[in-house]
């Protein structure tokens, strides 16, 4: 991604209200073509509406944008000729097999009967779902869902993708396959624009990121340089005792600074950007006679970032009415 690549998404000032509601409230955005952008945010952030004015689903208030060179009112058609949208529900027809869905689809989509069955076998191949093809969707799991989803959205291949949250509700083993497909969709060209809640997600596969809350942008950037915008490292520590946490991050918090007490029980962490008072802090944990599993100095992670920039955590932020429908 550089300076000067061309943008496949250009919007300017977006804003769009539901009631009294003001969902997306002024949002710029710049994506470059071929890049995996990620739009971060909470629940309630405005992610779904930006995406659904920029798929022509639905028309901003205010503010223009152009996708793929194309404006999102006045050249609709145009834009959904190009783009594809794979939302935060299946969309398949579970009455329907897994081939008989992307069959059914080519044929939509102009594939004569032949071309439509071989690029549903391609697919189903591609994306390790050929043994269950013959199943009826309602009796997939959600990893192949998902898979069957994405799959249905580029059976004939967009110039863009729109990725809403596509591994919520997904196990761990689904969600990394998921991001493969990602990676090799746009190791072939497709630009991705993947809105999600999941940090690790936007850190594993965006090559930039756009940080949005209450309906506004309030951050852009790399993974890194988002980091890097915080000022400080992380001290973490995982202790062999559970129990003993609360006292040693007591100590801990004598020495560093503030202390977090991590999801993992026996895990803590601590802001602190000075290498030698971070081994100091580990020193006195140890020297206390506080076992310790593991610890690492490292940079902040993107759930850091995001507390710093906003305030609170990505759960921690309402739906709008139109997100909860969505």
């Known amino acids: 991604m550089t300076a000067h690549a061309p943008l496949a998404i250009e919007a300017t000032a977006l804003a769009r209200s539901f009631g009294s509601t003001r969902a997306v409230d002024g949002v710029d955005l710049a994506v470059p073509a071929g890049a995996i952008y990620g739009v ?19 028309e901003p208030d205010s503010g223009s944008a152009r996708v793929l060179g194309h404006d999102i009112v006045t050249e609709s058609d145009a834009v959904r000729g190009l783009v594809s949208l ?16 992307l069959v059914l689809l080519g044929r939509l989509l102009g594939l004569g009967r032949s071309a439509a069955r071989t690029r549903a076998d391609e697919l189903l191949e591609a994306f390790g779902i050929a043994e269950a ?22 059976v004939v291949t967009p110039e863009l993708m729109f990725l809403d949250e596509p591994t919520t509700g997904l196990d761990p083993r689904s969600r990394n396959q998921v991001w493969e497909i990602a990676r090799a969709l746009a190791a072939e ?6 809105c999600t809640q999941y940090l690790e997600e936007a850190d594993q596969l965006a090559d930039g990121i756009a940080v949005i809350d209450r309906g506004r942008v309030i951050a852009e950037g790399t993974p890194g340089q988002l980091k ?19 006292d040693a991050a007591r100590l801990l918090e004598g020495v560093v600074g503030p202390v977090v007490l991590e999801p993992d029980p026996a895990a803590l962490s601590a802001s602190c950007s000075d290498a ?30 995001f507390l710093a920039l906003t305030g609170h955590l990505t759960e921690e932020s309402d739906r709008t009415p139109e997100e909860q429908a969505s």
């Open 40 to 58: 971060l945010g909470p629940n309630g952030a405005g992610k779904t509406t930006t995406i659904r004015m920029l798929a022509t689903l639905i």
């Open 86 to 101: 794979t939302g935060q529900l299946a969309s398949v027809d579970e009455e329907l097999t897994g081939r008989e869905n």
């Open 228 to 246: 890097a915008s915080v000022g400080t490292g992380a001290l973490h520590v995982r202790l062999l005792d559970a129990g003993c946490r609360v």
């Open 133 to 154: 093809s013959g199943r009826l969707v309602k009796n997939f799991s959600g990893g192949m869902r998902r898979r069957l989803d994405i799959a249905a959205s580029i």
């Open 189 to 194: 060209g497709t630009t991705i624009l993947l």
């Open 276 to 305: 030698d008072r971070a081994a100091t802090g580990v020193a006195e944990l140890s020297r206390a006679g506080f076992g310790i599993a593991e610890f690492s100095l490292a940079q902040p992670s993107l759930d850091e970032v």
